[in-house]
Nanobody
Framework: QVQLVESGGGLVQPGGSLRLSCTAS????????MDWYRQAPGRQRESVAT???????NYADSVKGRFTISRDNAKNTVYLQMNSLKSEDTAVYYC??????????WGQGTQVTVSS
């Protein structure tokens, strides 16, 4: 059974930084592409960043240059370093993986609030 557990959210002032973590269990973590998504109130869930099994990364235009996704296969963990945070980054952030023949798995989400 796949389990994704996020941590690291919180309240931060504009311009501040946070690092989110997502630890996976029940999968061969190193072979899967991992994603971070976010959902703000009243908006659809959107992709924020992706990291492949080989370490290739992709980012939404809105976070390029500010966010960095990384992974530690020894710890079965994917990270999202968020710098220069803006109020529009406020959302619930979710870790995601798509497992072949099993479908999508999501974490429980972690709230990020950017406010002064």
């Amino acid at each position: 059974q796949v389990q994704l557990v996020e941590s690291g959210g919180g309240l931060v002032q504009p311009g501040g930084s946070l690092r989110l973590s997502c630890t996976a269990s029940g999968i061969m973590f190193r072979i899967y592409t991992m994603d971070w998504y976010r959902q703000a109130p009243g908006r659809q869930r959107e992709s924020v960043a992706t990291i492949s099994s080989g370490g290739s990364t992709n980012y939404a235009d809105s976070v390029k240059g500010r966010f960095t996704i990384s992974r530690d296969n020894a710890k079965n963990t994917v990270y999202l370093q968020m710098n220069s945070l803006k109020s529009e980054d406020t959302a619930v952030y979710y870790c995601h993986v798509n497992i072949i023949l099993s479908g999508d798995s999501w974490g429980q989400g972690t709230q990020v609030t950017v406010s002064s």
